[in-house]
């Protein structure tokens, strides 16, 4: 079993939609939970931090945590085109962070 | 630099040569990592270094691979006998925390992708 496991792709919403992305961990004493945002080609970038249970939002974008599920979930309200692009769950345990396959989002114009 | 620097950005490599690929860190940051990325997958650990010590090398594929950081800045990932398999981007990450000061976001740069024929 990964550590790190994403809801297969690829995913595809129409522009002003909602993107919902999934992910599951392995190590209950994981510490904090990102989202890196990557196009192709391109290195990944982080677009949200979680550190505790709850919803986190910032802009259109909306992460939950659930450590009792091992849960995290990103969502992506108002789909742009701009959106297009992997979107990789990372885990941080120590001094280590450890990274989904990624799902890959296209938004429809 | 204002950012994480990796060169070359693109190799080619024929099977069985020797590639050394290397990495500028944000300067100040203490911590440095090496991430392998295959084509449709998501990075993989290969390894830590706070300042120049290599704390974590766990993740390299094999005994061809091989990284420093002798002055804790700079940091070289020298890969030997390069082998199909080994075709990949290698990314490179720092974060200027070190253990609890940490909390895992980290800054990458634009890789280096190998390619070995």
């Known amino acids: 079993q990964k550590e790190v496991e994403q809801n297969s792709g690829p995913l595809s919403v129409p522009e002003g939609a909602i993107a919902s992305l999934n992910c599951t961990y392995s190590d209950r004493g994981s510490q904090s939970f990102f989202w890196y945002r990557q196009y192709s080609g391109k290195s990944p970038e982080l677009i949200m931090s979680?550190?505790?249970?709850g919803d986190k939002e910032d802009g259109r974008f909306t992460a939950q945590l659930n450590k009792a599920s091992q849960y995290v979930s990103l969502l992506i309200r108002d789909s742009q085109p701009s959106d297009s692009a992997t979107y990789l769950c990372a885990v941080f345990n120590d001094y280590k962070l450890s990274f989904g396959a990624g799902t890959t989002v296209t938004v429809r114009a | 630099g204002a950012g994480v620097s990796q060169s070359p950005r693109y190799k080619v490599a024929k099977r069985g040569q020797d590639v050394a690929l290397r990495c500028d860190p944000i300067s100040g940051h203490v911590s440095l990592f090496w991430y392998q990325q295959a084509l449709g997958q998501g990075p993989e650990f290969l390894t830590y270094?706070?300042?120049?010590?290599?704390?974590?090398k766990s993740g390299l594929p094999s005994d061809r691979f091989f990284a420093e950081r002798p002055e804790g800045s700079v940091s070289t990932l020298k890969i030997q006998r390069t082998q199909q398999e080994d075709s990949a981007v290698y990314l490179c990450?720092?974060?200027?925390?070190?253990?609890?000061?940490?909390?895992?976001?980290?800054?990458f740069g634009e890789g280096s992708r190998l390619t070995v024929l």
């Open positions: 990450a720092s974060n200027e925390g070190s253990g609890r000061a940490y909390t895992g976001e980290l800054f």
């Open positions: 979680i550190y505790s249970n």
């Open positions: 270094f706070q300042n120049e010590a290599q704390l974590d």
